[in-house]
């Protein structure tokens, strides 16, 4: 019998970088689509932006900074500007966006040696620069249909039931579930979002234990503050359907490189995320902690690992038959 003796990697696969960055942002297509429905073609212009700009300050870092001449882009850096993109407001001028962009992609990834070393989200990295450095920008924000209404901006549902309690929220669940309300561009539908959440599924480039358990502690808490003071903490499907938890659940949760490797690892941090998420939104200042909430757990992220690596099999068998 011939064998073959062939060096590493014995496994081999048809995927690439570029082919599963390019199912995210295929994915994020409906939210887009329906971002620009409510918020006109600025919306369609940050996304563009975030791309193009991502994609060319990428190659800019790795060409004449990090000295790699023959870098061809990955797609990567395309879906970090589309992902800050969708979780800014349509009305943030072009320059600040471009300088969370700047931001995201240095100090969220090459600070740490480029794709698959950086510890963060590189978006969300990118968003809360913006929104410790703008505030103003950051929480402006605009209307949708801004262009048929006499008022340019609007309050998001969080912010209302932030501060006048759940009777001042007046949006219905269909406002929420379709898209029709303020806040940043790819938290506006929460269909649209699902939509490409199960193109992902379908792809099998999702971790869908993390959304899991994301959404279902989210559930669960805030099911159990309602009981206990329904006009303070507002119901539970107000809580799935507003502010950026679909995005960041389905969309930044995710991430491969951010998120820990092990089923268990999952659940564990996407609960972390769900209970993070509703502290912040019930007892801290700000009426939205997605973001805080996965970059605190991305940094737990190796600690996750530790615990729930597995056992190789038969590795005390060497101290048990002494």
């Not at 570029?18 to 620009?36: G, H, N, S």
């Not at 199960?198 to 971790?207: A, D, E, G, N, P």
């Amino acid at each position: 019998m011939k064998l073959n003796v062939a060096t590493s990697p014995h496994i081999k696969s048809t995927d690439s970088v570029f082919k599963i960055m390019t199912d995210v942002i295929l994915a994020l297509v409906p939210a887009l689509i329906a971002a620009v429905y409510f918020f006109g073609v600025r919306a369609l212009l940050l996304a563009v932006l975030g791309i193009v700009g991502g994609e060319t300050i990428e190659i800019f870092i790795m060409r004449y900074i990090r000295g790699v001449r023959d870098f061809k882009p990955d797609g990567s850096a395309a879906v970090t500007g589309l992902l800050l993109a969708m979780n800014v407001n349509v009305g943030l001028p072009l320059w600040v966006f471009i300088t969370g962009l700047i931001a995201a992609l240095v100090l969220g990834k090459h600070v740490y040696g480029g794709l698959g070393k950086n510890p963060f989200n590189p978006a969300l990295v990118g968003r809360v620069f913006l929104l410790v450095s703008f505030p103003s920008y950051m929480t402006t924000w605009w209307a949708p249909k801004y262009w048929k209404l006499e008022a340019l901006t609007t309050a998001t549902p969080l912010g209302l039931l932030k501060e006048g309690g759940a009777s001042a929220v007046n949006f219905s669940y269909s406002q929420l579930f379709l898209g029709n309300v303020g806040g940043c561009l790819g938290e506006v539908s929460t269909l649209a979002l699902i939509i490409g959440f199960l193109y992902l599924v379908f792809r099998k480039r999702i971790k869908i234990l993390i959304p899991i358990s994301y959404l279902g502690v989210v559930l669960i808490l805030s099911s159990i503050f309602w009981m206990v003071n329904p006009e303070r903490f507002g119901d539970p499907l107000l809580h799935l359907l507003s502010g950026g938890l679909m995005l960041g659940a389905l969309f930044m949760a995710t991430d491969m490189v951010t998120t820990p490797m092990t089923p268990k690892g999952h659940l564990i941090f996407g609960a972390g995320c769900g209970v993070i998420t509703m502290v912040i939104r019930y007892f801290a200042g700000y009426p939205e902690g997605v973001s805080f909430s996965i970059l605190i757990m991305n940094s737990l992220t190796p600690l996750i690992d530790i615990y729930t690596r597995p056992k190789v099999f038969g590795e005390d068998m060497g101290v048990r038959g002494r």
